[in-house]
């Protein structure tokens, strides 16, 4: 099974969750081009139908993004543009004073099954913390507050709750069902 993404740690995620599911995922590191969407959904959908016209095999691509309440939604389907420009630094300058630091990480998933495309979503609920701790993860998980620690400082437990973790789960449990049908 193919994992199409330009981004290591989100392949480190996928595979390391994966195995739990006893599913083997190969990485096909590539950079595609994302559709500027509203939705999350639409962006996992159109890149997947784009990818599909250039790869044979089954592959599936995951898109995420972080939704700060305060922000109404801010960065969302921007997250990717956001952090490679004002990052985790500007994220908290932008927070500076607010105090609701509601927030959650979405992760959709779009299954190209060679026929059809299949769409997954999870999502976790937590809050932007107020300082960068943590050097585990990648990207926003050193900001992003989860009981108390945020992911960066969480290692391999962030795997059991994330966004990512819900819609792997309910991808790969979709998968199997299929398969035995
Ligand atoms: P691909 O589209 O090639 O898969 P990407 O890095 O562009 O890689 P996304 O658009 O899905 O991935 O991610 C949007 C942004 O959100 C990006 O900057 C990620 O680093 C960040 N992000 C996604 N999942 C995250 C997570 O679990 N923890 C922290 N940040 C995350």
């Not at 769409?119 to 107020?130: C, D, L, R, S, Y």
């Not at 926003?140 to 108390?148: G, R």
């Amino acid at each position: 099974m193919y994992f199409i993404t330009s981004n290591e740690g989100k392949f480190r995620e996928v595979s390391r969750i994966a195995k739990y599911f006893g599913i083997e995922v190969e990485w096909l590191r590539m950079d595609y081009l994302e559709p500027q969407c509203s939705e999350l959904e639409e962006v996992a959908r159109i890149s997947a139908e784009i990818i599909s016209k250039k790869i044979k095999e089954n592959f599936f691509i995951e898109d995420s993004g972080l939704f700060i309440e305060a922000l109404k939604g801010f960065p969302g389907v921007y997250s990717s543009y956001i952090f490679k420009t004002i990052g985790n630094e500007g994220i908290l300058k932008l927070m500076d004073g607010i105090t609701n630091r509601r927030a959650y990480f979405k992760a959709v998933l779009a299954y190209w099954d060679g026929k059809e495309i299949h769409i997954f979503e999870g999502k976790v609920e937590g809050e932007i913390a107020t300082e960068i701790r943590g050097s585990g993860g990648f990207g926003f998980d050193p900001i992003f507050l989860y009981n108390k620690k945020t992911f960066a400082e969480m290692g391999d437990e962030k795997n059991e709750v994330s966004h990512r973790r819900r819609v792997l789960e309910k991808f790969f449990t979709w998968l199997q069902k299929s398969r035995d049908l």
